[in-house]
């Protein structure tokens, strides 16, 4: 009976296609295609830890070496998905120019997003720190060299523009409403009277209503960009090959 089932055509198709299946299986080292295999060999790992510590003149440590090879990852994961999109077409640019445009689309579709007000009251709700304006302090100043002067209104920029960072930084940990000695600054010691203290608050809605959308723009774009990355980085087979 066996004798017989080798002669069926039926038989010989499907031996034949399992053969061809075990050898294109064989060919591609598995079943995964080439052009979706990602893998990060010792060598690359070396260029990368060499490039590193040709910058910053000392050896990455594991985190920093970890982070090197996502990066890689990344890097290899967008060129292929904007070579597969046509993105390289009739251009030369090397690698991290098809990453840059890929990550253009992701800008542009951002772009294209209108938030409404309560969206960008719940983005300003998030990052009120971006969107306040500066401490500012009003204070005399009195010293041989400098004689005596009075600055109203002023931000720490606007001191350390005039007397130095390191005196505005000082200023504003002064007390107010008495005189404080000797406070160094670079023209020699003074003494300070801190008449006023506004603390930063954070400014009017419809005065930052259009930094606002860029900055929640700038947010959408970089979920956007991620949500395709980490999709498109799971239809890659991906090997950090340890060294020997």
């Known amino acids: 009976m066996f004798k017989r089932y080798l002669h069926e055509p039926l038989v010989h198709f499907l031996v034949l296609g399992g053969l061809i299946f075990l050898l294109y299986a064989y060919l591609n080292d598995g079943f995964t295609p080439e052009e979706e295999k990602i893998v990060i060999s010792p060598a690359k790992i070396d260029q990368l830890s060499y490039v590193w510590k040709k910058k910053y003149l000392r050896k990455p440590t594991p985190q920093e070496l970890q982070q090197l090879i996502d990066e890689e990852i990344y890097a290899q994961v967008m060129s292929r998905e904007a070579q597969k999109l046509g993105l ?26 209108e938030p409404s007000d309560e969206e960008l009251k719940m983005y300003l709700k998030a990052h009120p720190e971006a969107f306040m304006s500066p401490e500012r302090i009003s204070f005399t100043i009195k010293g041989d060299s400098v004689g005596e002067k009075f600055h109203a209104d002023m931000s720490a920029w606007d001191v350390s523009r005039l007397y130095g960072h390191a005196f505005a930084q000082t200023l504003f940990t002064l007390p107010e409403g008495v005189w404080s000695r000797d406070v160094a600054m670079p023209y020699g010691k003074v003494d300070v009277y801190i008449r ?6 954070l400014l009017p809605f419809d005065q930052i209503k259009n930094r606002l959308k860029s900055a929640w ?28």
Do not use: C, G, M
């Not at 390289?88 to 997003?113: G, P």
């Not at 006023?196 to 608050?201: F, G, L, N, T, V």
């Open 88 to 113: 390289d077409k009739d251009d030369e640019v090397i690698r991290r120019r098809l990453v840059q445009k890929i990550r253009f689309i992701s800008a542009n579709l951002s772009t294209l997003l």
């Open 196 to 201: 006023e203290k506004k603390a930063a608050q």
């Open 217 to 244: 723009q700038k947010h959408e774009e970089e979920k956007l960009e991620r949500a395709f990355y980490e999709k498109a980085k799971k239809s890659y087979e991906i090997t950090v090959e340890e060294r020997p």
